[in-house]
């Protein structure tokens, strides 16, 4: 979707011009919005642990502050799915950022007074992650209600390298310039743009909440939106595999630092230059997002999805092959292209096949799968590197990376088509 291109109704009938603008104009605040709070989720979840190695040196401790961020997705997604299908989902937004915003700022003053701790960065860790089900979600469950399905691939695409670029690309290069002039300098920034997030998010205007008919509790909700997913084979597999997937990058990202960061590292890299290693996986997210339909018509939904288990692979398990910067940017950029392509595939399709009233509650429950194995993932990550050190944690989690192409078994195109008959249906 363009500026200036118009919407269409689901059934592909010009809707009236001033819509269309309203529309339009809603689309690319969000797209605002959303680039301005990844920019600042990606410079804190950079930043955090740049801090933590100044109180610790134990790769536990360091993983703990990834587990604490990833945490609330275990205990949160849920009920978060639930109220963003019970309240206005820009509202939800709304809050989930000043929310962040409040922690992050706090956090930089105790900082800047000599009060930080490890303890202190997991509080704010974990309070952030928790807004995160909220904001993420509720993001998520909005796009449907501004653009009609068959422009989702496409809104995604743009909506996801907005995304990716802040939060991956310009956000850990700039974490590590920020956090290299101040620990407290590299914490206000982010609530700063949290803060004018809220602003982007307040111009977008609009009501978003879907109509519901009679009362339920939160837990028929939750339970609810679970069936449907549990049911639905297609997506329970897109959701396990992701899983895996999120699994084994958490695992090695909780304990990268510590491989790359520093004249004893395997690696050897500065503070900023670590940022720019990052910054490769990110350039290929990027460039994925605004190709991911190319990639689609060339490979098949199917094919590009199993293609892209292989690449992220090859994310994790390169750097027990090779410490040369270079090898590991160039395997984290070709990765990232594929990856995101995943990404926009996916998540379109989970959007064409479920329907409005449950979106928030599927999206919830497929995020349970997907980012609940994060914390355990990078808890994973810092138990194995201190049984059997750094390198062997990126030759295991390359490995069972591998393992995941068992579930393309399920994920054909036959099958995605099929789901697509049965929601139009």
């Known amino acids: 979707m363009t500026v200036g291109e118009p919407l269409q109704t689901t059934d592909s009938v010009a809707v009236s011009r ?5 529309h339009e104009a809603r689309y690319w605040r969000l797209w605002s919005a959303s680039a301005v709070s990844n920019l600042a989720d990606g410079i804190v979840k950079i930043g955090l642990p740049l801090v933590a190695i100044r109180y610790t040196s134990s790769p ?8 604490a961020f990833s945490l609330p997705w275990l205990f949160f997604a849920l009920p978060a799915g639930a109220l963003v299908d019970r309240l206005d989902r820009r509202r939800v937004m709304l809050g989930a950022n000043s929310l962040r915003a409040v922690l992050v700022g706090a956090l930089a003053l105790a900082v800047a007074l000599n009060a930080g701790s490890i303890w202190l960065l997991y509080v704010v860790a974990f309070g952030a992650g928790v807004a995160e089900t ?20 496409r809104a995604n695409g743009w909506l996801n390298a907005a995304e990716r670029t802040a939060n991956q690309f310009i956000g850990p ?24 997030a809220v602003g982007a998010l307040f111009l977008m205007g609009g ?22 997913l549990w049911r639905h084979r297609l997506l329970r597999t897109l959701a396990v595999m992701i899983g895996g997937i999120n699994f084994t990058q958490s695992a090695i990202f909780a304990v990268l630092v510590l491989y ?19 910054t490769a996986l990110a350039g290929g997210i990027v460039l994925g997002s605004l190709v991911a339909a190319r990639i689609e018509r060339w490979l098949g939904r199917a094919r590009a999805l199993g293609v892209s288990v292989v690449a992220s692979a090859g994310i994790v398990g390169v750097p027990a092959l090779s410490t ?13 292209i594929l990856v995101a392509a995943w990404d926009v595939i996916t998540v379109s399709l989970r959007q064409r096949v479920t329907p409005d009233r449950l979106l ?12 609940g194995s994060l914390p355990l993932g990078a808890a994973a990550g810092g138990l194995l590197a201190e049984l059997f050190g750094l390198r062997a944690v990126f030759a295991i989690m390359g490995v069972l990376s591998l393992g995941l192409l068992l579930g393309m078994l399920r994920v054909t195109d036959a099958a995605i088509r099929s789901a697509e008959r049965d929601a139009a249906s």
């Open 360 to 371: 928030g509650r599927v999206n919830s429950g497929y995020r349970l799968l997907a980012w």
């Open 324 to 336: 040369n910067s270079l090898v590991v940017g160039a395997a984290f950029f070709v990765g990232g």
């Open 134 to 153: 909220l904001y993420d979600t509720s993001a998520q469950s909005i796009l449907p209600q501004l653009v009609p399905r068959e422009s989702l691939p």
């Open 260 to 278: 790359a960061v520093g004249p004893g590292s395997a690696i050897g890299l500065t503070e900023p230059g670590y940022g720019l290693l990052l």
């Open 173 to 196: 290069p700039l974490a590590g310039f920020l956090v290299a002039g101040g620990a407290a300098v590299g914490l206000a920034g982010p609530a700063g743009l949290w803060a004018v």
């Open 60 to 67: 536990a401790l360091v993983a703990g502050v990834a587990v």
């Open 18 to 22: 001033p819509a269309a603008d309203r």
């Open 207 to 228: 009501r978003f909440r879907v109509e519901r008919e009679g009362r339920t509790s939160l837990r028929a909700d939750i339970a609810e939106g679970l069936r449907f």
